[in-house]
């Protein structure tokens, strides 16, 4: 779980790196179509076919997954990675505790309320528009995060998040492609890039949390992702420079504590 989290926020910092060649759209373009074909080549055999009353709901959680990608990428290019991965951790965070009748996980939000709203607030130096970015995505992460349970009971992890990225890919191919950066996305460096990025931030760590998945608990496993955010103010700061005021690190190690406290003891969603 630590190198998947470390792999997942390295890649996405490395992402950034593309927006001046591609855009945001260019990249979560070209990361997702790669990551796609990453995970079908790596498969046994080809990916299973949903049954046709899925595949509906892998068209709407492909769509889900794009959008999510769009305003968490689109994010990240307005506000340092640690934050914007922070603010997003909000969603699982709140599938965590609903539903929940322990009094302390009352505790746990108000720990990650605080952190957000330090994150968000008046006095903070956070762009106003990449904070509500950020804040999207961690609503349609949740939303990402109930579809794809049901799929996966259905016809199994693999075919969810590959067909998954292979709609998404689809669908973002018009507006990545009809750009006057189209012609950047056919640069060996942006290619391998990109291929770079589709791999760490992607088909790895899914694979890793895998094998994560089969060694310790789904409790244990939920409080092991919180190490997310912490990962990538690291990465935020090794790969890209940026760098956090005393008052942010805290306010990302309130949502990470919350986020391990409500996952340990709460259900299960990731």
């Known amino acids: 779980m630590v190198f998947a989290a470390l792999s997942m926020t390295s890649g996405t910092a490395l992402a950034v790196r593309l927006f001046d060649s591609v855009g945001p759209v260019g990249t979560i373009w070209i990361r997702n179509l790669l990551a796609a074909l990453v995970l079908t080549s790596i498969g046994c055999r080809a990916p299973r076919v949903p049954p046709q009353g899925?595949?509906?709901?892998?068209?709407m959680l492909g769509l889900i997954l794009a959008a999510l990608n769009v305003g968490f990428y689109e994010a990240i290019g307005r506000i340092p990675l640690g934050v914007a991965t922070t603010v997003e951790f909000v969603g699982p965070l709140g599938l965590a505790v609903v539903g929940?009748?322990?009094p302390l996980d009352l505790i746990w939000?108000?720990?990650?309320?605080v952190g957000v709203a330090i994150l968000g607030g008046p006095t903070s130096d956070v762009d106003?528009?990449?904070?509500v970015l950020a804040s999207t995505a961690a609503v349609l992460w949740a939303v990402y995060i109930l579809v794809s349970k049901r799929l996966m009971d259905a016809v199994g992890p693999m075919?969810?998040?590959?067909g998954s990225l292979w709609v998404s890919a689809v669908a973002l191919a018009p507006f990545a492609l009809v750009t006057e950066?189209?012609?950047?996305m056919l640069r060996p460096g942006v290619v391998l890039t990109g291929l770079v990025?589709?791999?760490?931030?992607?088909?790895?760590?899914?694979?890793?949390?895998l094998i994560a998945l089969r060694t310790v608990g789904a409790a244990t496993f939920s409080v092991l992702l919180s190490l997310e955010p912490a990962a990538a103010a690291l990465m935020g700061f090794l790969i890209l420079g940026q760098g956090l005021r005393p008052l942010e690190i805290v306010a990302i190690l309130f949502v990470a504590i919350a986020s391990a406290g409500a996952s340990h003891k709460g259900r299960p969603q990731l």
Do not use: D, K, W
């Open 54 to 59: 899925q595949r509906g709901g892998l068209i």
């Open 159 to 162: 075919t969810v998040l590959t």
């Open 100 to 102: 929940s009748r322990r």
């Open 181 to 184: 950066r189209a012609t950047s």
């Open 128 to 131: 106003g528009i990449g904070f």
């Open 197 to 209: 990025v589709a791999v760490l931030s992607a088909a790895l760590p899914y694979l890793l949390e």
């Open 109 to 113: 939000v108000a720990m990650a309320a």
